[in-house]
């Protein structure tokens, strides 16, 4: 007796708190847990990138379905943060870079199922693309920056650019499961290339939703079956309008950063659809002028088109109105809109090229990423994150630099003339607005002395603790300088009232704000 009367107070607290577990994780999951297997696997969620991968890669299985997509993925989405990965996990992956490709498949297979969804009657995406497209924007992140360490590890710090679809593994996983890609053996006429420079220019349209994208730019693959089987891509560019090229010349020339490869499931159709976008772009060119670049992203005609329209416009006539994608097309961020607007964007909904990564029509063929150069394009992504943020809550306005400034108002205009206009047409086309081009210049003058700092102070930080910054750090790092310059900004108006004043303690001394003078809310 003596011995139930000890353990019986023990037995009820145990009994209470497994009776309070369901409810604990109720907020959790779709349903609560029905067994202690269940319970395990949530506290699984807690582990490092790779254990919660591993349990997403089951959860998307078990979980996972039509009728409640938005839901079920509230847990992972609240478990898989890149801001908590560490050297844990990139000691892990210099021993074991498969572990990348891992955490790809598990991405893919969240697509596929996603797209899954739309042949069940009454599916309704818009309910959960927003999650889809958050946890796909997670996990790609996270394989880019525990990537860069793979290759800090190799001893390749020159950062020679490498050609699309070249370098060692993990820069290539294809959806086949081979480590390597020929692209002249594996591509398809018809296949849609979605790609990313290592512009501030191209991380800043790849930022322009709502959600943000890895992707910037897109073009359709057309193999001439009439001329040795060659590949060439047609493309949309600002500089230069819609062009041809063979596909080689932009592998090797491109400073692309990443580039993804879709596929139309209709093999014949997408064919037709390489050919006409070919035809419809060759066609103009040859008669002497390309067609523009249509800066307003505006889909209602077709005088003028931008790259993604280029690919939608090519499958939309090649199926005569049949196929129209992307099906979630992105919508722009309010507090981006300004932004968008000096680039001459007004459409509150765009064909961004990130969005066909979505469309069920279409399936993933192969990932490349220059790992080599992969983090300085992370680096540029976190600081143009902190220029709109600082849009939008500090009242931030981009200002002409005294060079954007002569580029609007002077390029402007003598771009038109003939003598001008040959040697200034592939930087700024007579049909570029005015304000886009000093917006252009603006940005770049704005983000080099920000990422110079935080590439500096990621190094350090590599060789301090053995791993990069992870994005909350550089966030940090960011508004501890941008409140220095904002410090020496406040000095430089004081000063400035006091002709030698101004001139003694800052013209002399150096002691301008890098930024502020064209970026600032006054």
Sequence with gaps: MRELKYKTPFMVLALSFVLTIPLTFQSEVSRSPSSLKDIADIFQMRGDMFDKVKYLDRYIDEELDSSNCAKALELPISRIKVEHLGINEVSKVKKNPELIQDIWKTRQKLLSKFKSFHSEKGFNGESCIKQIKTLNYELRYAEDYLGSHVFHTRQKMNKVEEPTFAGVYPNTIASSGEKSFEWERDLKSGDILITKGNFFFSGS????????????????????HERDNQFFAAEAHPEIGATVRPLSVMNNNDRNVRTLVMRFKDEALSDRAGKYGYDLVKKASDSGVNIPYDFWMNFDEEEYIFCSELVTIAFDKASDGQVMFPMYPTEIELKKSNFAKKLGIESQQALHPGDLEYDPTVETVV???DYSRIMENLVKDEILHKLYEWMEIEGYELKNSAIATIHESVTYHVRKWPVFGKILEHEFPTHMPQEYIGTVVTLQTVGQPLLDHLMKENE?????????????????????????DRKLWKRYLKAKSSPKKFRESFRRNGNLPLFHLIFNNQ
């Design 367 to 369: 990932e490349w990423r």
């Design 460 to 484: 350090k930080h590599f060789k301090k603790k053995g791993r990069y910054l992870t994005r909350k750090e550089m966030h940090q790092v960011l508004e501890d300088y941008r409140e220095k």
């Design 205 to 224: 349209l790849a930022k322009i939703g709502v959600q943000d994208t890895h992707f910037s730019h897109q073009g359709i693959i057309y193999k001439d």
